[in-house]
């Protein structure tokens, strides 16, 4: 593992890829995200990620198509397995950001009719999935904002809002 990673344990709500992932030190930006990739990401970023999308270790790793004993001892991850991680990484904590932590890690393992009865973390194995999931994670947030900004017009437009006492409750 490179000597400028430091890893911590990963909160049980984790949101940021700094808790998911568990480093300490995160990159500063997308080359220093690049290049920590590329030189593999700490093996214990797997079992964080695991933990906080709710899977077993196993599932991710046979995802990975890693053999969980080859990583005894193995202090980072390859280039192709440190990608696809991260790309998982981030798609659950863009979903978490929409809706939550726990449905986040249900929904990136839960079969989806809009990708073809296929869970969102199986179309991550590919860039053009990845494109998609993101796509997928971007209008989650567009519907929610839309329901905010119908919820706020629709508390103007409360005859409360309006001052009519007649629908204002008793006190």
């Known amino acids: 593992m490179p000597s400028n990673v430091k890893l911590r344990l990963v ?22 995200w690049h290049a920590l990739i590329e030189t593999g990401l700490p093996t214990m970023s797997l079992y964080t990620v695991a933990k906080a999308i709710g899977v077993t270790d196993k599932y991710l790793t046979n995802f990975l198509e890693i053999d969980l004993k080859a990583l005894k001892g193995k202090e980072t991850l390859g280039r192709i397995e440190s990608d696809l991680l991260f790309a998982v990484a981030r798609a659950y904590t863009r979903a978490a950001t929409r809706m939550g932590t726990e449905q986040a890690g249900v929904w990136l393992v839960t079969p989806q009719a809009v990708l073809g009865d296929r869970a969102p973390i199986d179309a991550l194995r590919t860039r053009m999935g990845t494109e998609y999931v993101s796509g997928l994670i971007n209008q989650m947030g567009q519907r929610s904002q839309k329901a905010h900004i119908g919820d706020d017009a629709r508390r103007a437009m409360a005859p409360e809002a309006n001052g009519n006492e007649a629908s204002m409750p008793a006190v």
């Open 11 to 32: 909160p049980k709500r984790a949101t940021s890829l700094k808790q998911v992932l568990a480093l300490k030190d995160p990159p500063a930006g997308g080359l220093a």
